[in-house]
């Protein structure tokens, strides 16, 4: 499925090599045993992977089989214990049934305006400034965060899923056979543990604002996130990556009470790490600097 954010085997073995020009790409388990012990070189890194996609499986697997290379596979659970989660069913929606992104923010900011909840974002929206809001994210365009505002900041988890499942069922769409694509199954994270891939807790529902949420329902998602993927793997996971970057105190103490030794940022951005905070780069700046 082409759409925002996913590249093709090519592409991905295209970010392979020209990352090799000027670092090491280790094997997840060797970078892990080297960030644990404070002795990583400047130009070590590894690869990483959020969310439990089936085309990551299907896509990625192959191409670092081919470079000899394993992962970070970050996941959230609830989709591989059979049940589904809105977050991808919404991308692939806005993906397939649109022209191209434009076309879905037009028809989504028309929806939000014949809605209840028009005054309440046309408010909120008044303190929206797109060259403030995500500056750490520049692959995003001015209109792709007015989106996540609206989404995150202005209507929140429930207005959201009203506002996106009104415009899923006017385009008449069967869920079932929607979303029979979209994730991994539990034999699938199996294997990749059974290859030396390293799996990690990426929350069980991944709620895009997690830090939100009140500490109890955060320690909920990572607490269920824990015990599916230690009774699913029959090993407890040590790693994890924040979902949207979203986190604060209360999910580096939840973490931390896990037992989890090592977790990354969604970014770059300078900031005071610890080792629950690793930076990442996302493959779309990398993109851009290899068309450059």
């Not at 989709?79 to 589904?84: A, S």
């Not at 929206?125 to 797109?130: D, Y």
């Not at 290859?195 to 709620?207: C, F, Q, R, Y």
Request: proline fraction near 3%; include cysteine.
């Amino acid at each position: 499925m082409k759409g925002q954010g996913a590249i093709s085997y090519n592409e991905l073995a295209q970010i392979i090599e020209h990352y090799q020009r000027e670092h090491h790409i280790l094997p997840a388990k060797e970078w892990f045993e080297k960030a644990s012990k404070g002795s990583l070189a400047k130009n070590e890194v590894c690869l990483t992977f959020d969310d439990a996609l089936l085309c990551q499986y299907e896509v990625a697997l192959p191409v670092l089989e081919a470079f000899d290379l394993t992962a970070f596979w970050f996941v959230y659970s609830s989709v591989i214990t059979g049940g589904t989660e809105n977050l991808e069913i919404y991308r692939k929606f806005r993906t397939v049934c649109f022209d191209n992104i434009d076309h879905f923010y037009q028809s989504f900011f028309r929806m939000v305006a014949s809605s209840q909840y028009n005054e309440t974002v046309e408010r909120s929206l008044k303190i929206f400034f797109a060259d403030q809001y995500l500056s750490q994210f520049p692959f995003y365009t001015e209109e792709d965060k007015r989106f996540r505002f609206v989404r995150d900041m202005a209507l929140g988890v429930k207005a959201y899923n009203e506002i996106l499942d009104l415009m899923i069922q006017d385009h008449k769409i069967d869920l079932q056979d929607f979303t029979n694509d979209l994730w991994m199954k539990d034999q699938h994270v199996v294997e990749l543990h059974s290859k030396d891939h390293l799996i990690g807790l990426h929350s069980h529902t991944h709620p895009t604002a997690l830090a939100s949420l009140a500490a109890e329902d955060q320690r909920s998602e990572y607490q269920t996130n824990y015990d599916t993927l230690t009774k699913l793997l029959c090993a407890a996971p040590v790693s994890m990556s924040h979902p949207c970057n979203s986190y604060n105190d209360d999910t580096i103490q939840i973490l931390n009470d896990l037992e989890i030794q090592l977790g990354f940022r969604s970014n770059m951005k300078e900031h005071p790490l610890t080792s629950l905070e690793f930076p990442r780069e996302d493959h779309a700046n990398i993109m851009e600097r290899i068309a450059a």
